[in-house]
């Protein structure tokens, strides 16, 4: 049996500018998983973008900067941080491909948020400023490790997150300012934190579109319920 391959839209590193690059915890879980990574780079055009998607049997949508506010109709925020119209561009393409022609997509971090906004949905820009709430969500101000639980979340019961981390209250890292704000038509919330913020989300009456806030390719080394996302994920893939 060929094993499943996924495509990871890849950037440009934005502080250098000088080559593309994917966090190894992405690359690493899917091939536990099971899966074989593919990188793509955001700046190829739709085209080539395109003969790339059909060769793959799921997409993976990584962490990263921040999505463009003027897509879903907003002024920039103060606080919103490095935006790459091109990685916003190659992301939008492969989550309406993935979602039309029902190919999995798991989107983690900003590609929760990525895959939310490019089927019509909004963004907070800033949590500290517009959200009230005193929970801690972005690690890097606490110094917090890539693998360490910052807050938990709850878990909707039946969900498909649920029945793949066999928990209705999970551990989570955290490493975000932004979040979904107007959840796009076909998503169902299935995770929260505390204060209310979205953590997850997935489309119910698909094989695999599901998006969650948190790191879990940073825990998978060790946490047997966050492995289990990218082994759910490549099961799903390989189902033809």
Not at 37 to 44: D, R, S
Not at 74 to 80: A, F, V, Y
Not at 183 to 205: C, K, L, N, Q
């Amino acid at each position: 049996m060929n094993k499943p391959r996924i495509l990871i839209p890849t950037p440009i590193q934005f502080n250098t500018a000088r080559s593309f690059s994917t966090g190894q915890g992405y690359i690493n879980s899917l091939v536990t998983a099971g899966g074989i990574p593919l990188m793509a780079p955001v700046t190829i055009d739709e085209n080539a973008l395109r003969g790339l998607y059909e060769l793959v049997d799921g997409v993976l949508l990584s962490g990263g900067g921040d999505v463009d506010p003027a897509v879903y109709g907003e002024t920039t925020h103060e606080k919103t941080g490095y935006v790459d119209r091109d990685r916003d561009r190659a992301e939008f393409l492969l989550t309406r491909w993935a979602v039309a022609d029902d190919k999995p997509i798991f989107g983690i971090c900003r590609g929760i948020q990525a895959m939310n906004v490019a089927l019509g949905g909004s963004l907070v820009q800033d949590i500290p400023s517009e959200w009230e709430s005193t929970l801690k969500h972005n690690g890097r101000y606490e110094n917090a490790t890539r693998d360490e639980v910052l807050h938990h979340v709850a878990v909707e019961a039946g969900s498909r997150i649920e029945k793949m981390v066999q928990n209705q209250d999970v551990g989570v890292n955290s490493f975000h300012h932004q979040a979904v704000k107007r959840v796009a038509e076909g998503f169902t919330i299935t995770s929260r934190a505390p204060d209310g913020i979205i953590e997850g989300m997935e489309m119910p009456d698909k094989r695999f579109v599901v998006g969650v806030q948190w790191h879990p390719e940073e825990m998978s080394a060790v946490r047997a319920d966050m492995l289990n996302l990218f082994v759910e994920f490549v099961d799903a893939c390989a189902v033809a």
